[in-house]
T-cell receptor
Framework: ETGVTQSPTHLIKTRGQQVTLRCSSQ?????VSWYQQALGQGPQFIFQ???????GRGNFPPRFSGLQFPNYSSELNVNALELDDSALYLC??????????????FGPGTRLTVT | GQQLNQSPQSMFIQEGEDVSMNCTSS?????WLWYKQDPGEGPVLLIA?????ELTSNGRLTAQFGITRKDSFLNISASIPSDVGIYFC????????????????FGKGTKLTVNP
């Protein structure tokens, strides 16, 4: 069974630039959630994708957007990067069936630094 | 953003000692989960709790889902050096009003240091 993978592992961007982060879900999972983890904090929910649509969003501005593909993998896009966007971005996959949702398993994260 | 109240923030213990940490919230949660995160890595799921009052063990780890659904604790018995890391509690809440998919709300973590 393949676990959750993320790419790249780390990257450095300049304020105002755009970035795309990628996530491959664990085998058998159909739901992907994205979280932002600032240094010394717990992860904060950004949004979730299920059936290739955004299925709920946390308190993040529209410049944070995403996609989910037919193979359940996902992308997180951030436009107009700000210094405060520097964080570890975590992807978590899970299985959803109807009204039932199961445990979320995390990838290793992408460390984004904005200068 | 909303977070759970997790305590203590940090713990320094001797190898072999038992450890206890807890999480509280003013809101109820559907489930409670405990994760461990090592530096530079993603959180790893340790225990998931589904019912109020549930007590679950995973090796040396024991966790309970509070009766009020507003709290949970994690105990680690006979700590070893590899227990070092940051432990997070997380509660789940429905992402949409239709239910189904859920998001995780995290505490700020408990940093555990184990002295050999």
């Amino acid at each position: 069974e393949t676990g959750v993978t993320q790419s790249p592992t780390h990257l450095i961007k300049t304020r105002g630039q755009q970035v795309t982060l990628r996530c491959s879900s664990q085998s058998g999972h159909n739901t992907v959630s994205w979280y932002q983890q600032a240094l010394g904090q717990g992860p904060q929910f950004i949004f979730q994708y299920y059936r290739e649509e955004e299925n709920g969003r946390g308190n993040f501005p529209p410049r944070f957007s995403g996609l989910q593909f037919p193979n359940y993998s996902s992308e997180l896009n951030v436009n107009a990067l700000e210094l405060d966007d520097s964080a570890l971005y975590l992807c978590a996959s899970s299985y959803t069936q109807g009204a039932s949702s199961y445990e979320q398993y995390f990838g290793p994260g992408t460390r984004l630094t904005v200068t | 953003g909303q977070q759970l109240n997790q305590s203590p923030q940090s713990m320094f213990i001797q190898e072999g000692e038992d450890v206890s940490m807890n999480c509280t919230s003013s809101s109820i949660f559907n489930t409670w989960l405990w994760y461990k995160q090592d530096p530079g890595e993603g959180p790893v799921l340790l225990i998931a709790l589904y019912k109020a009052g549930e007590l679950t063990s995973n090796g040396r780890l024991t966790a309970q889902f509070g009766i009020t659904r507003k709290d949970s604790f994690l105990n680690i018995s006979a700590s070893i050096p590899s227990d070092v890391g940051i432990y997070f509690c997380a509660g789940t809440r429905s992402v949409t009003t239709q239910g189904g998919s859920e998001k995780l709300v995290f505490g700020k973590g408990t940093k555990l240091t184990v002295n050999p």
